[in-house]
């Protein structure tokens, strides 16, 4: 586990007309990686991008480590186009339809860092069986399908949770974060802050990810 705490801008909320500035931004904010969602309309009521907008972030900043999100009820049928377009972490729901503990593996196998992240709905007790196979727990602290959402308080007694169980392991959190719900849940026990309308919608996003930084 990474002890200084990660700080990830979702390109959700980037301006879709100025995508390669925008990644541009991201990247010379001091964030730690991008964060990339990637929704199927299915797993979750909307559409996002797919694999062509993490090999554009690659191409336009190869440096900038690029976290994908899954967002899909078969991300198990995606996982080489996203390892081909560049992903490094690959993140799967433990909702998916799919065989969690072979699609960690495959991922694993791929030479990328798996994940696994469960919804706001969904009882921690789902990720158990997975703790001792990944190395990064994601607490949905939305219901996932939008940016902009109002962070959902009552999810980080999951992040303690895990926390307890597994002292070393990474636990994001994803959803509504700013200036103070970053501060909870960090108090809760994550370690890495995905922040997507808060940090883009800023003028200045080097500021507010250095006093993001600061307030931990
Ligand atoms: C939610 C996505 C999030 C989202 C976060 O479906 O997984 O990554 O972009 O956006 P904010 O920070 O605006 O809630
Ligand atoms: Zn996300």
Do not use: W
């Not at 991008?49 to 090999?55: C, E, M, N, R, S």
């Not at 158990?128 to 990944?134: A, K, Q, R, S």
């Not at 109002?150 to 974060?177: H, N, Q, W, Y």
Request: proline fraction near 6%; charge should be negative.
């Amino acid at each position: 586990m990474n002890n200084r705490v990660s700080i990830l801008p979702s390109l959700l909320a980037a301006d879709f007309g100025n995508l390669e500035a925008e990644i541009k931004r991201a990247e010379a904010s001091g964030a730690d990686a991008l964060h990339l969602d990637v929704m199927d309309a299915h797993f979750v009521p909307n559409l996002s991008f797919g694999p062509d907008v993490v090999a554009l972030s690659r191409r336009v900043a190869p440096g900038f480590y690029r976290h994908v999100h899954l967002m899909m009820t078969r991300p198990d049928l995606y996982l080489e186009p996203f390892a081909k377009a560049g992903a490094q972490t690959i993140q799967i729901h433990v909702e998916a339809d799919c065989d969690i503990h072979t699609e960690l593996k495959r991922i694993a196998g791929m030479g990328l860092r798996p994940a696994l992240v469960l919804n706001p709905e969904t009882p921690v007790e789902a990720v158990y069986p997975y703790l001792g196979e990944t190395p990064e727990i994601l607490v949905m602290t939305v219901h996932p399908g939008y940016g902009g959402q109002k962070f959902i308080a009552e999810c980080l007694s999951k992040v303690t949770d895990i926390r307890r169980r597994v002292p070393g392991i990474d636990i994001m959190i994803d959803g509504g974060a700013n200036g103070e719900t970053s501060v909870q849940a960090v108090k809760a026990g994550a370690n890495m802050i995905v922040a997507g309308s808060y940090l883009f919608k800023q003028e200045d996003m080097r500021a507010a990810v250095a006093a993001m930084r600061a307030s931990f």
